[in-house]
C-alpha cells in the first residue's frame, strides 16, 4: 500500500519564501513528483526526484530524504500567480501509477 | 512533442444518464494511458489504466468502465450516472523512462444532477 501526507493548505505572502512538506510511505520508491494544479485546470509538471538532495529550477527547489521519507517544496520570491494547490506523487517499482497526495493548496496574499 | 486531448471540458448530467469521455494522444505510439478522478479537496484517484489496445485494468471498483479501441485512443463511460459519479476527471500519459512523468489532458468536469 502507499500513504502519502501534505498539508491541506498553506498560506504566504507576496516575495516571501514557502516550504510545502510531504511525507510518503511506500511500499518501493521510484521516485517522487510535485506538480502545480491552478483551480479547474490540469497539473503541470513541477519536478522530479529520485536521489537524495536538492534539485533547483528558477524559484522552485524539491528535495528529497528517501531514509526518512520525506519531500519539500520550495517555493522562493512568492508572486501571486503561485496562488495554486500542489501536488506531492509518488511512482513505485513495477505499479504502472502515481500515486498522489490530496495536494496542498497554496494561498499567497499581497 | 506529445500532446493529449481530452473532450468535453465541461459536462452536466442527469442521474442514470450514459456518459463517455473521450482522451486521444499525439507523438507517441503505445502510451501508457491513464483515467484519474479527482473529487473537490481530494486527491488524484486512479480509475484506469491501459497499456495497449484492448487492455483495461481497473483500479476501483464503481459505476464506470473504460476502452482502448485504438492505440492512442482512450474512452471512459457509464451507462448510468450516479450522483457521487460527479468530479474533475483527468486523462494522463505516463511516460515510463527514468522514473515515471504525467502528461495531463486539460479535464473534463462532471456535474452529475
Known amino acids: 500500500g502507499q500513504n502519502i501526507d501534505q498539508p491541506t493548505e498553506m498560506t504566504a505572502t507576496e516575495g516571501a519564501i514557502v516550504q510545502i512538506n510531504c511525507t510518503y510511505q511506500?511500499?518501493?520508491?521510484?521516485?517522487l513528483f510535485w506538480y502545480q494544479q491552478h483551480a479547474g485546470e490540469a497539473p503541470t509538471f513541477l519536478s522530479y526526484?529520485?536521489?537524495?538532495g536538492l534539485e533547483e529550477k528558477g524559484r522552485f527547489s524539491s528535495f528529497l530524504s528517501r531514509s526518512k521519507g520525506y519531500s519539500y517544496l520550495l517555493l522562493k520570491e512568492l508572486q501571486m500567480k503561485d496562488s495554486a494547490s500542489y501536488l506531492c506523487?509518488?511512482?513505485?517499482?513495477?505499479?504502472?501509477?502515481?500515486?498522489f497526495g490530496t495536494g496542498t493548496r497554496l494561498t499567497v496574499i499581497p | 512533442s506529445q500532446t493529449i486531448h481530452q473532450w468535453p471540458a465541461t459536462l452536466v448530467q442527469p442521474v442514470g444518464s450514459p456518459l463517455s469521455l473521450e482522451c486521444t494522444v499525439e507523438g507517441t505510439s503505445n502510451p501508457n494511458l491513464y483515467w484519474y478522478r479527482q473529487a473537490a479537496g481530494r486527491g488524484l484517484q486512479l480509475l484506469f489504466y491501459s497499456v495497449g489496445i484492448g487492455q483495461i485494468s481497473s483500479e476501483v471498483p464503481q459505476n464506470l468502465s473504460a476502452s482502448r479501441p485504438q492505440d492512442r485512443q482512450f474512452i471512459l463511460s457509464s451507462k448510468k450516472l450516479l450522483l457521487s459519479d460527479s468530479g474533475f476527471y483527468l486523462c494522463a500519459w505516463i511516460h515510463t523512462g527514468l522514473g515515471f512523468e504525467a502528461f495531463f489532458g486539460q479535464g473534463t468536469r462532471l456535474t452529475v444532477v
Open positions: 506523487a509518488v511512482s513505485r517499482p513495477g505499479a504502472n501509477n502515481l500515486f
Open positions: 526526484n529520485v536521489l537524495d
Open positions: 511506500t511500499s518501493g520508491f521510484n521516485g
